[in-house]
């Protein structure tokens, strides 16, 4: 009897490995890709839609570019997971039933049970969210005037918060908007995660982008025009973002399996407590050693290869091969410009300037490429 096969998520970890199990598979198993979106998404460049819109169309690669005919495609949303039953259930259509699923759904934003954050406060997790937060500050801008101008702040100064102040100072420079940008950071630095020298020059290309830098000190409580933190005097807002921090899909909170916090727990195999259950990317806590896996987009990208592989290892009774995460470096975008740090095979500790800002394209496109093309990650250099 034919195995069935059932993919969940359509991010980098969903997309890499649909594209290897259909390399492994070859026909011998049925093989379904459920998603909410029938495009895949280049996350880490939808910032680049806060600034223009118009970008979206080389970040959104339809699903029929990326899978083969023989694999089923279904546009909806994941709601739960029966384990026992063996059946992934849906918003719409009918559940679906599997004897291998790979849990790749991503992650949703964390509040922190911090009062009025999700009430109040705009996120990025999705290309229509990267288009509203366009629309809010747009909307602001235009109600602004140079002697009371719109205040835009941006909570939580990780990656997705500075690339996020990064594009709305670019848009306030290409539109000569009035705007006040304001990144809050209840942690001592920016980019917490990062050495010495890269929260150096993130900081100082911040500030030159005219971002008021707000660190070592967190939020409390948020209503409908203020930030209330824990020392300092009260922020008024015309445009909230907050990018804090994540947490696994609500979709997970029932699905029979060890986790925390709707993360799903596995191997350095992607196994899980249930054995007709892999798990990758942000869905998943992959255990490493002493520290998981980071839920970065470079390291579900790595992952995906292995993880259909070893799904396939599975069906065939073949030992699983172990997976190691190899960190090649961060490159983080404010607006146009760009700072990398710990890049393999640089002498450079930490650069900025027109090789960093390369590197970010040439990443970007790269995924393009391995996913369709190298022509369509030219047609979309521009925008990356």
Known sequence: MTDTVVVLGAGYAGAGAIQQLEKELSGTADLVWISNTDYHLVLHESHRCIRDPAVQESIKIPIEEIKSPGTTFIEDEVVGMDVD??????????????????VALGSQTAYYGIPGIEEHSLTLKSLDEALTIHERVKEAAESATRSDPAHVVVGGAGLSGIQTAGEVAEFRDIHNAPIEISLVEALEEIFPSGSGGIQQALREELEDAGVQILTNDPVTEADESTIHFDERNPVEYDVFVWTGGITGRDALESADVEKEHNRVNAE???????ERVFAIGDSAIIDQGQMPAPPTAQAAWQAAEV???????????????????????????????????????MPIETFGSVPAQTLKKFIAARWIADLT????????????
Not at 86 to 98: C, F, H, K, N
Not at 373 to 384: I, M, N, V, Y
């Open 373 to 384: 093309s190298w022509s369509r990650a030219k047609d979309a250099w521009s925008d990356l």
């Open 268 to 274: 350095s195999t992607f196994e899980t407590s249930d």
């Open 307 to 345: 993880a259909g592989k070893n799904i396939a290892r599975a069906i065939e009774n073949r030992p699983l091969e172990t997976w190691t995460h190899k960190d090649k470096g961060t490159v983080i975008s404010i607006g146009e410009d760009a700072v990398a740090s710990d890049v393999m095979f």
């Open 85 to 102: 039953k063996r059946v992934i259930e849906l918003a719409e259509s009918d559940p679906v039933e599997y004897d291998y699923t790979l």
